[in-house]
Every structure is written in structure tokens, then in C-alpha cells.
């Protein structure tokens, strides 16, 4: 396998989306983290990036320096992912486009139509790849609805209903929390908050997995929090080429939702539903029968979707990363507790006597067995 | 950061545990796959490596060639990990203890309660850990479990209902697969299959979650499909020091469940139940109250949970995966199609045209919101 | 208590409806069904009337008949309930208010709103109820969302998302099925179908539950199945008196859905969510705590719901139905079983040789549960 | 239709099952509530009873005042419902038995085998019925599963996992409270209090819908709370004749189910899996396939489930009690607030004017929608 150079600028400490990106990117051991301008604030950048294993030399202050410090390396990094704040993904993608760096840009991936077009432009001209992270499009059996639909399994579709409804921004009380007031700053964020920032989401997964373009669009846009220049709440009807009637709800102030994205699609022959809270499940129903459940991992996927899936059925998605508490915990042993002389039994980690007692367990359930259901003590 | 080195054994192609473990180690960078002896058919295993990305040289025949080849360099691996056939574990993490290297071992981590009291003395003598993988102790609301209990959030705890109730070997038609069949051979496996193979994590987690040890069981194991000698289910009474009343179930032909991991413990003044394939959620009712949903990821969790959690709540814990997808197509994109003069236009990868269309849907939302939902077109 | 007299019109043999306005009307005792005029062809209505236990003489004809024949008896119907197609509500639904009797009408009330207000005063002039049949506000947890938002424990009300979504009319093959047809056919269902079936009793949730009117509405009403004259889907957004946001999505071609009614309340410190298909649960989150299950039948809910609900918490609300099969039993082995010389164990009804079974089994679990579960045989 | 007599013993002023009995017969018209002994306080009783329509010469003071009423009435009753405390029911339905009226008795039928016994040879010789209620049994969907069951959708059974494991009675604190207490006492209850209360009931789903008996059992009973002397959550194992495996938990100290009535059963080619709070689905599993969920009420159901089941697909069972929870309001408003001068604008009934809201909403929907969603105002 060749393992590329990768590099990340924004996603520092305290943001949300650095470490699903640093995740994402090591996973697979396909992109090895090399280079790093983490912060706007150049010192707790770099020191950011060397706690996090850079190397002190490419762990850069701003993305200029990254550009600078790379441009010219024989290693230097293949891929870029910029996570910066919005209004500067046009210029940092533009800049590292133009020197033959490809690039993963968070969305949405500029503030005008013409910048992305723009974009769009230089990647065919320098032959590289500028990408948008629509990363929920990633999930095995959002690839397995797309498969679904494409090989006709729900008939031509009819109708689309998408939904990227939370509540984590309803408290009025807290709605001048610098944390979340930027995020309905026009000058911030363009001309759309909710729509642009959770909603988006839920439309790309609608054009992913019909394979069509959205055609025009009737809005209802308002501000439940009546102090809030831009949206909090929006549902869009809209229009997609093919004749696809579409509706997504998109809110922030739906209080007891967390996350609530959710897709369902309505074909001729079939209907299918997934929600993002719950990725290991999508409900089939042909039309007249009943509602099936696929699950992801079972035998005879998509392609599309055993290629994304990396643990067996019926374990949560998420199973690699409880192992990677079990292998934290030893890393924290190893190179804590032991140098200090502490013993390991202080962490969470099951250490050989708990594999002992483990075994005993076994005997003694097989001896119990074996004799009608005997009481047998384990000492 | 200190990024440990990492030797795996076993785990090869095929291996349904072998991918959760790389991804495990590498997921945090805490450590690097350095060497491996993936499989017992030397070629095999040293080009599976190889593929994988280990240094040819590292890349070794067998765990004897690991060990011999490890043993004297100056960056030796640190951990290995033993993710070979039960009846070998013995013998290779005692050898790998023996030479000072921390080994994790998959469970159960012995055959005999003699071995696993040995290895844990070892340990102790050679001041190596020796680690047993009871991954899915790993999960942050699992954790959050055991500190609520620890810090008496349900009471004196009185009885634990732990399951492990799946249905994938319930097919007496396939119940002589090779696959299937050495699950269920005492020569290969023990006085145990179902239980010993499935049942044991269940348990460990009724130990893990209450602090306490099981005193005794009295076991029902019966081998629903007649061919086997051993049991494919059983339910397993017991009770633990300190009183606590357990019963276990664990299945192999409960068709319909596909993994089944669960549980719930009821104390004097509360109960909680959990289940690994929607570990997101922890549901908890106070004695005489009503039942809550505690959210992974939502604030003033214990630092047990804090710690062992990646993404923000609402998220499934997978959504790193889906992101690794997308560095996955671009891996793909930047290594075969653009070098075979292909586009990268034939990927699942949303590029910056899709990047476009996102952006002129926002602007056509935002102006139709402001014209009271009149229609607006996308051209 | 005193119990009063009932007259059914419409709800003949093969209606919906009727079956459940006959359970309800008679469940409490409330209501005797006395007189009926079950059908638009006379014998097929009387003869039907007579099976289900009416006095021949009052098993009517024609709604005229009915009206004639009860009008001057000392014992006549004092409520009638109108279940006839649409447009002959309003005509029914005088004729019996002018004649002092009062009225359960089912949706929609009339098919203009002239006739709606003129019904309106007549009821007033007369001094008779004229009630229109929206049923699932009658839920015991729908009275107490109404209660709960009414006493402001989700403050201020923002917004409503209702939804009544099926897919039960999305077979565009057995669109022209004369049983699915006319329900898209403007001339006996007039300018709405699919809202003005089903949609309409989210919307009269939403108007229940906050106690607001509508004061306007945008909608994008669509025929998925393309030779539909009305709409099988539409989508509303509206507003509220006092201010509140509202969303309503209604589709008949949503397949994978059964029903679909659901209700989500969202307030300035709270929400709520709730679904038809699973009555007996509530979902009540506070801004910034955890959604928490409100359970029908718990203790100090509002005297709204208690008043509403006849079954003990944990309990489906359809347990007395299930109860009602065990009498529906006894009634035919009764009736037909015993007159015709067959024995009683031919029927799924549980006897006594089954009740000895029980017995038999709780002495032999106690026996083996002092025996530390000493299997114990039963002959 | 011919509608039955039937008396009620017992089941009076707060109790628990009363109701479900009243509800139950009258539900379809099959019976007749014509005569009642309420309370072992007669003049309770007698009130109670007239309270609830009882003609006052047929509300009795005591089950034997109730025997001796009606022994000898022309009309008079032909079914006893016995719903009195355990340890009565031997003798009041030998009693009614002898008379030749049919019985059904609530469970346990008797405090000893022999008794039942006695019960089904009384029965046998006096041409009557005597029934035991196991009332679950009625659901529509438990009977398709045993129908699926005896058609062999699932193959030969092997095992049958039920449970029946509330947390009712898991406060310590209340357990002295006489409304609990008496659960627990042998003197009162016999040799088994959890398991005899609510285990039976899923000991005879596991018998119903198997069409096998119990051949053995062994049996872990414990008291979580210690000061009690019967169980109060057990675990059973048993043996079926036919040499089914079962598995059987019960428990009162379970904090967070409600009820926690549920039954999973494996075949040979199959699984199913039911629960009582939510009767309305049931899930099946082709042995290597996928789980499909299985509606009440959807089309080609088995004759029994069709038969038990009295409202469409998707609606939930108890919606026929939303309805009668309209017509109860219909009752209070029509006997108690005209009569009193009042506006019945104060229930929660909906009225003409409210049917008139809805037709004005349906037109502005049908305006706006042909307007492509301009904005329509209601007045």
C-alpha cells in the first residue's frame, strides 16, 4: 500500500471536525498525518500539531507557511484538507489547487457560485482533485440506497423527504454565546445559517443517492429566535431534474433531537429509510409488501457498500473505536504508569487476572452443564 | 505525542478481528504498525503484511520469526498483539512477556486457568503488561455505566441481565462448513463454544460495569443443533461477591439477532440497560421515575466517558468511518485514476462541481426565504 | 349512569370506520346502539343492522327512514353518528340537528365552509352538540401534550411539524381500483384528497394541542401517480395565531409507512414528540437536559390523561381488545360450539386442563427454586 | 347477533383488571353486563355496581348472594367472570360450575393442582366451560405467530426465550405497603409470587403458541428485596414436550420496563420475536435472511389473526378507545353540562366551528398549491 503524505490546515484544538478528519485520513493507514497549520493563532498552532506527533518542521504556523514550507519538499504532502472558517476555504483551496496540492475542503467550499465554479476550473487545469467533504455520503448503506436506486430496486423515484433537524441551538438565553451567535452572522456566513451549515447535508445525500441535480427550490426560512438575523429553521421544497419532488426540513431548534439526519426515498416500486443516528440499519418495503431490514455488513451487498463497511454485522459501526480506548489505555500504561512505577491495575484496561477468571468462568459453566445445572463455585 | 510501535499476530486475511484491531491501533496514533506474522502459511502472511504496508523486513513468517527478528533491535515493537487460534495464545504471549514485550492478547487469553494465573505472574516478574481484549468494555457509555455505578447513582446493585444472543450459526444445513464446525470442536476449542466464545464478553462486562468477581454459576448448555458436542446456547445463573444476583443468555441460533451484546443493571434506586449496536444510548430510570436517554458525547458525562469519546453527540460513533471513506476514494483517485490519465469524475467522491450546486442551492433557499417562498429556479 | 341511545349512519358492511365508531360508542357503556341506517342500499343496510344485534324495526333503510322512524318515539336515539361518503354530511347533519337531535359527524364536516358555519348556528339555535370525529385527539398522551403545552412546561410554543404519511394509495398499478379511485376524484371529494383526508387531522393535532387557529398557509400539493387529478402529497407550511411556525407533510405514496400520524412540539424551553402508532409513550426533552419517556397510565400525569386512559401503565392501550378476543371466544364456543355437541377444546379459548398446567408448573418452579434449581419433572 | 348475560364477582372500585373484564365483554356486543358481586363489602359493592348501570336487584352484595339471585332467573346470566383474590377462585367457580353456568376465571385458576383438576372434570360433566384468563393470548399477532408456528414457517422449534420482567416493586422503602405487601405473602399468594403472578403469563404464550406442554423445570428464585419471603425475580429453564428449550425470566425488581411482557421464538428455518407493549408488530426471520417486520391488520394474515384484530393496519389497537374517549366526552357534555345550562365549548369535543377551521384550511391548502405555494390568508 502506498501511504500518502497528508496535511491539515484549521481543525485545531477544541473544533469539532479536526479530529474526525484526523481519524477519517489515518483509519486505513492510506494518508499518514505530515504536516499541520492548525490554528490562526501561529503558537498554539504549532504547538497543537507537535503534541499531536507532528514533526516541529511541518507542524507551520498559517496555511501560507504550510504552502511555502511544502511547496518545495520531495515528501511534501499529497492531499490538503482545509477546515478552516468558510469565508476563507475559496483562497487557501485556490492557493494550494494552483501549486498542484490536491485538496478535501469542508463545506460548503465557498461563499459564491462563481468561486466554485472557479475552483472547479483550476482542478481540471492543473489536474487535481478539489473535494467537498459531504462526509455522511460516506456511510455503507447511504453508498447501498445509492446502489438501491440506481440499479432500479425502488423503481423510478417520485419523491424525496430529507431531514437535518437538532436542537442544539434553541436556548434564546444562550443565543448571544459567541460559540453559536457567529453561526447566524451574516457577515460570517453569507446569506444562509441553517440551511447552509445542517441542511446542506441533507440535500447533497438527496442528489447523491438519486444521482440528480436539484432544479429549483420554494423556501419557508425563519428565525424562531427572533433576535437571529439568518435562519434557524427552513423547509425547502424543491424540484430535481428527472421530475423528483423533494422536501427537506432543516432545523435548529428542535429540541430533543440530536442529530436528526434522515433520509427516506419514495420510488414506483419501493420506498427505503435511513437515519444517520442509526447507520447500520436501512428499511426496505417493496410496494404492497412488507418492510424489510438491511443490515450493514450482511452478505450480498452493493459493492458500493461492502467496499465502505469494515466491521462485521451487527457490530455498531463504531466497535473500531472502542477497541482504540483498549489500545489508549495501554499506550497510557505504557508510557505512564509503568516509567512512574505505578502498577497497571489502576486503569480500565482487563489485564491477565481478569483472563484467569475469565477461564474459570468457562470451567465452571461447562461443568454446571454437564451436571444438570449443579451450583459450581469459582474460587 | 509518543507514538508507540506495533506488532500484530494472526489476524490475516480474512480475519474478522484482525481489521479492528488495525484500525484500534492506529485510529488515536498512539501506535504504528510496525511488524506482523499475519498468518500461519508464511507467504501468505508476509505479502498480506506487505500490502498492508509493513516494511518487507518486518513482515515475518511466523511468530517465532517476529520474535527473533524484534527481540534485538534498537526500535523494537512495543506491543504485540496475539490474534491467533486459542489454543496458541499460551504459548506466544508467554514467549512475547518472556522477551519484555507488552503483549495484548485476544480472548479467552488461555486454555487453562493454570496458564492465564502463569502469565499473570510473568507479568508481574518481568514488568510487561498483559492485556486481555475485552473490546467492548471499550465504549464510552459502557464506561459511563460502570462510573454511574461506581459512584452509586442506581444503589447497591441486585441483579445483572447480560445477553449475547446471535443467530449466525443456526443453519444445521451449513453446521458442517468448516467454518462453522471448528467453532463447535472440543479439540480446538475446549470444554466451551457458544459460552466460551460469545457468553465471556457478556460476563465481562457484568464484572467490569459492577466491580465485582462471579462466585458461582449453575449453567443450562444445550446444543440446539444435535451434531455438536458442544453447547451453540446456554443460560448461565450466577452470583457475584458482594451478592449481586446474574443471569446470563448467549445463543448461537437465536435467528434475527445479529449480535445481541446487552445489558442491564438494576440497583435499589435505579436501573440502566445498554446495547452494543446502539451504543450511543444509555437508558436509565430512577426507582418510582422516568426513563432518560443519556446521550454519548453530551455534557457533564464522567471523565470515564469523556475520555473514551470522539465525535459530538448525536453522531454515531462510525461517522469517522464514513470519513475515512472519503480519504479512502481519494487514495483511490489520486493513485489509480489520475495516474491512468482517468477522471476523477467516475469516483463516489463529491468534488468541487458538487461543491458548485450546494452553493447555488443556498443562494436560491436564502431568495426564495426572502420572497415568501416563491419558486426559484437553478440553472 | 345513565346510558343513552345511539344511531349509526353509514359504516356498513367492509367500512373502516364503522367498526371503530361501534367499539367506541359502546366501550364505557356510555352509548346503546339502538338504531342504525347502515348502508345506501336498504336490505344490504338492515340486513347487516339485524346481524349486528339490532332490533329489526330500528334497523333502518335510508338515513330518511331513520330520521321518520325515531323522530317521535319516546326512546329514540339522542346522538346520531354520521359516517356517510362526504358530501352528504351536511345534508344529514341538519336535517337531524333541526330535529333536536345531536350529532357526532365524521371529517370532513361539510365540503364548504358555508355549510360548516351554518351547521355552526343551527347547533347553537337548537341546543345540539355538532361534533366532528377528529379520534386521535382522544389519545390519553395527546390530551396530555395539550395539557403539558397549556400549562407551559415547554414554554412558548415556535413551532409544529406534524406529519400523516402512508403509503398505502402508491401502486400507480391499482391506482384505478374503483375502491382507491374515488378518493382522487373532485367530484365526490372536491378540492383537496390527501390533505383533506389524512393531512387535515395532523393539522387539527397541531390546532389541539397549542390551542391556536391557522391564520395561513403556503403549500406545494403534488399527484406522484400522475393521473391523479388531486394530490397524494403535499407539503404545508402555515402559521399560527399567537405567531407559531407550522410544517405538515401528508403523502399516500410513502411506502414502508403504515399510518404515519406523528406530532413534534417545539417550545422556547422544551419539546415533544409523539406518534400514532405508538401511543403510549411521550417524549418530552427540556432545552439543554435529556429527552425523558413519559409512560400512558403513569402516576400524576394531567387529569386530561387520566381521565382518558382505561389501561394500567405498560400496558398496550388495545389489552381490553385482546380481552374482548378471549369473550368473543367464550361467546362462540357458547353459541355454537356447545348447541352443536362439539367440546369447548376445539377453540384457541384457555380451560381449566390449562390452568392445571399452570398450577402443576409454579409448583415445580418453587420446588426447584428451593432445590437450588433442581430440575423437577411434570407429569 | 345474539348478545349474552354476564356477571362480574369481584373486580370492583380500584382495581386493576376490572375494567380490561367490563371493557372486554362489551366491546364487540357479544355480552351483556346484567349482573355484578363487586366487593367482598357488599354495600361497596352493590353501589359500585349500580354506579356502573346495573339494574340494583342485579348488583349483589356477595358472590353467593349473586349464585342464589340468579340460579334461577329466566334470563339469567350465562357467563361468570371471577376476578375475586387467588384463594377464592376454587370455590366460587366450582359453585357457578355446578349451577351450569359457564365460567371464565382470571389466573391462577386454582391454589392447587388437584383443584384445577377437580375444576375440568366438574366442567366436563356439567357441560360448561371453564376458562382460565390468559388474556395475552388474545393478541392478533400472538395468534399469528402460533398459526406460523403450526404451518411451519420457522420448521421444528427449538427454543422459546419469554419473559414477563417489570420494576413495579423494586422500592425497598414501599414494600411494606399493603398494596404491594400482600403479593408477597404465602399465606395470601401460595408457594410463588413473581412467577405465579406474571411468569405464568409467559409460560402460557411459550404453551399457546407452541401447542406443546411443560415437561420439566429448573428454577433460580431469588428475593432482591431480602426482607420478602417468596421471589421476586426468577429464572427458569425448562423442557417442552417435543423437546423444546426454554428459557424463562420474570421480575418485579427490573427498574425501567414497564411491563416487559415479551416472547422470542427459534426454529429449525426461523425466529420471531414479539412484545405486548408493542402488539402491533411482529418480526420475522427467515433462517440466512433478512428480519421483515410483520403488521397487524395487513393483508393474507392466518384466519385466527384476522379474526382478532378489529382496526386497520397501522393504526394502533387501542385506537378504538381514542374514539370512545370522544363519545365519553359526547356523554358528559350531553347529560351533565346542557342539562346544566352550559356551552359544550368547554370540553375537549371538537365542534362545528372547529370543523369549519379545518374546512377553510383545506380550501386555502387547495388555493395555494394550485398558486405554486403563494402565501394564503385564513380569516
Known amino acids: 500500500m502506498n501511504t500518502l503524505k497528508w496535511g491539515l490546515i484549521g481543525g485545531g484544538k477544541g473544533s469539532q471536525i479536526g479530529p474526525a478528519h484526523r481519524l477519517g485520513a489515518r483509519l486505513d493507514g492510506y494518508f499518514q498525518f505530515a504536516a499541520g497549520a492548525l490554528d490562526h493563532r501561529p503558537d498554539e498552532g504549532k504547538q497543537f500539531g507537535i503534541g499531536l506527533g507532528l514533526d516541529p ?17 520531495d515528501d511534501r504532502v499529497d492531499l490538503v484538507t482545509v477546515a478552516t472558517p468558510n469565508n476563507s476555504h475559496f483562497e487557501i483551496t485556490k492557493a494550494f489547487l ?43 448503506l447511504v453508498r447501498h440506497m445509492k446502489a438501491m436506486v440506481s440499479r432500479g430496486d425502488i423503481g423510478k423515484v417520485r419523491m424525496v423527504f430529507a431531514e437535518f433537524a437538532h436542537g442544539h441551538h434553541a436556548d434564546a438565553t444562550d443565543a448571544d454565546n459567541p460559540r453559536i451567535r457567529w453561526r447566524y452572522d451574516p457577515a460570517q456566513i453569507g446569506v444562509s445559517a441553517q440551511f447552509a451549515d445542517c441542511g ?50 432543516t432545523s435548529a431548534c428542535a429540541i430533543g433531537r440530536q442529530h436528526g439526519l434522515a433520509i427516506q426515498v419514495f420510488g414506483e416500486t419501493g420506498g427505503l429509510r435511513w437515519t444517520q443516528e442509526q447507520p447500520n440499519q436501512l428499511y426496505y418495503t417493496p410496494v404492497g409488501g412488507r418492510t424489510t431490514v438491511i443490515e450493514r455488513g450482511e452478505a450480498d451487498l452493493s459493492p458500493e457498500a461492502d467496499k465502505s463497511s469494515r466491521v462485521t454485522i451487527g457490530h455498531a459501526e463504531g466497535m473500531p473505536l472502542a477497541f482504540a480506548n483498549i489500545y489508549a489505555e495501554l499506550h497510557s500504561v505504557i508510557t505512564e504508569d509503568l516509567e512512574n512505577g505505578q502498577s497497571a491495575g489502576t486503569s480500565l484496561l482487563p489485564l491477565a487476572i481478569d483472563g484467569a477468571e475469565s477461564i474459570k468462568a468457562i470451567y465452571a459453566v461447562a461443568k454446571s452443564g454437564q451436571a444438570n445445572g449443579e451450583w459450581v463455585e469459582i474460587n
Open 200 to 249: 446542506i447535508h441533507a440535500l447533497h445525500l438527496a442528489t447523491f443517492i438519486t444521482d440528480q441535480r436539484v432544479k429549483s427550490v420554494s423556501a419557508d426560512t425563519v428565525s424562531l429566535i427572533p433576535s437571529r438575523q439568518l435562519e434557524d429553521d427552513a423547509m425547502v421544497n424543491f424540484r430535481m431534474t428527472n421530475g423528483i419532488v423533494g422536501r427537506l426540513w
Open 98 to 140: 494552483s501549486e498542484g496540492f490536491h485538496v478535501l475542503c469542508e463545506k460548503p467550499l465557498t461563499m459564491t457560485v462563481e468561486e466554485s465554479l472557479e475552483l472547479a476550473h483550476l482542478s481540471e487545469t492543473t489536474g487535481t482533485i478539489c473535494a467537498v467533504n459531504y462526509g455522511y455520503s460516506g456511510y455503507s
Open 57 to 73: 518542521n511541518r507542524s507551520y504556523g498559517s496555511w501560507q507557511e504550510l504552502l511555502a514550507g511544502e511547496r518545495d519538499r
